[in-house]
């Protein structure tokens, strides 16, 4: 096995396998810890991922789940075990608590220092002397803590130095492995001394495809030997399989051409802002829009079903449909009101009874927190890549023992991902 990882949320799982894709390295991405027999009908893969939620999660919840997940991992015995977070690294001590991560990872993993590369210019996410800057929906980019990921309605992200970010969820020493020592011609030795004056993780810079390379390159040295435990974005991805191989053919399998421009069914509960300018340009194109109240739909069963025989209608009309409990940051208070579980559950829900009664091949679920738990609702026990669409959201193919819904095409898409005519793209591969 080459690489495992775990990732935080179910849409940056996809991210990872999507960049195994683009490498034409053979993944699964399961859904839990998978039996024998559905690990043994993906024994050729060369890399596993575990798709999660720890994203949303409280440090307890990690000191519970996260280690037998990681020893599941560990038995794969491949040469790095990554545990992905977002790019944006949102979290906090209560939620989402990386360096709580960090720590179970060290501890199982053996790891003596914790590389932390979160920088991922495929996603023009970037790292300069520690801190972080994304871009966002206005097409700028901006210092993390001036990004609309500053008023994320969960984890905010108001510390652009990633090093005091993480300060404050782990007592873990992180120093820098800053620009200018990432680009001499002795970096490894850098790194090397950063390590033995005590650094129990580092955190790389990084904004250029050559720091990828760079930074690859320093991974692959520290993995040989003893498995490598890693954290951060699919920028580790990245930088791993540019420097392990040369150039391969994509993995692109064949997307079942009957669906091309049939209705698409879109499921979002994001609350970020090109999100909002992905389902308004999509009902200006002839989507239609159904606005969804998120206490209402969590707490009403008959409203999920009143829902579900109004999109059912609406996609048998031949019209591609939209549903949504929010746009943007400000325009639906109910759904900060509402725990992302509690409404990721009952889209998940819906959305399946939707599929069962309409026969929907294709389907784009919106929003980190939120599809994470929308898709486990679905029965289903891996996904692996079918196509890319637009970088970090590829379509997947579902794997499920229930006839109807194994095959299903879907995409998870991250709220800040994507540009405002992802939906109608998504429609028409």
């Given at each position: 096995m080459l690489y495992t990882f775990y990732g935080d949320d179910f849409t940056g799982s996809t991210d990872v396998l999507e960049q195994l894709a683009l490498k034409a390295v053979p993944a699964v991405l399961f859904l839990g810890i998978p039996t024998a027999s559905q690990l043994a009908r993906f024994a050729s893969v060369e890399a596993i991922g575990i798709a999660g939620d720890s994203r949303s999660r409280s440090p307890e919840w990690m000191d519970t789940h996260l280690p037998g997940i990681f020893e599941f991992l560990k038995d794969r015995r491949a040469s790095v075990n990554h545990y992905k977070v977002c790019s944006t690294f949102d979290s906090s001590p209560v939620r989402g608590n990386i360096g709580r991560a960090m720590e179970i990872?060290?501890?199982?993993?053996?790891?003596?220092?914790?590389?932390?590369?979160?920088?991922?210019?495929?996603?023009?996410?970037?790292?300069?002397?520690?801190?972080?800057?994304?871009?966002?929906a206005d097409g700028k980019v901006k210092?993390?803590?001036?990004?609309?990921?500053a008023r994320h309605p969960a984890t905010p992200m108001r510390e652009a130095d990633l090093?005091?970010?993480?300060?404050?969820?782990?007592?873990?020493?992180?120093?820098?492995?800053?620009?200018?020592?990432l680009r001499s011609a002795n970096a490894a030795a850098q790194l090397g001394a950063l390590i033995a004056d005590g650094a129990q993780?580092?955190?790389?810079?990084?904004?250029?495809?050559?720091?990828v390379k760079r930074t690859?390159?320093?991974l692959r040295s520290m993995s040989e030997g003893a498995p490598l435990f890693v954290v951060g974005s699919s920028g580790v991805t990245a930088a791993l399989l540019t420097s392990r191989m040369p150039a391969r053919d994509p993995i692109c399998a064949t997307v079942d051409g009957g669906i091309k421009r049939k209705p698409l069914l879109i499921v979002s509960g994001s609350c970020s802002l090109a999100t909002m300018a992905q389902i308004e340009y999509a009902e200006a194109c002839g989507f239609r829009g159904f606005a969804l109240d998120a206490a209402t739909l969590v707490d009403s069963?008959?409203?999920?079903?009143?829902?579900?025989?109004?999109?059912?209608t609406t996609l048998a009309e031949g019209v591609s449909t939209v549903l949504y409990t929010a746009l943007g940051p400000y325009a639906a208070p109910s759904t900060g009101a509402v725990p992302s579980n509690d409404l990721g559950s009952s889209l998940g829900v819906l959305l399946k009874r939707i599929v069962e009664q309409t026969g929907q091949r294709r389907v784009v679920l919106c929003g980190g927190d939120t599809s994470s738990h929308a898709v486990q609702q679905l029965g289903c026990y891996a996904l692996t890549a079918l196509q890319t669409t637009q970088t970090g959201a590829p379509l997947c193919r579902l794997h499920?023992?229930?006839?109807?819904?194994?095959?299903?095409?879907?995409?998870?898409k991250g709220g800040q991902v994507g540009s405002k005519d992802f939906f109608e793209l998504v429609r028409d591969l």
């Open positions: 990872g060290s501890r199982m993993f053996g790891s003596p220092c914790i590389p932390v590369i979160v920088a991922a210019p495929h996603l023009r996410r970037y790292i300069a002397f520690g801190n972080l800057f994304a871009g966002d210092r993390i803590d001036r990004h609309s990921m090093r005091r970010h993480l300060a404050k969820q782990t007592i873990l020493r992180t120093a820098l492995l800053a620009l200018p020592s993780a580092v955190l790389f810079d990084g904004t250029d495809e050559e720091d690859g390159k320093l069963a008959d409203e999920r079903e009143r829902v579900a025989r109004q999109v059912s499920t023992d229930d006839s109807a819904l194994d095959g299903l095409e879907i995409v998870l």
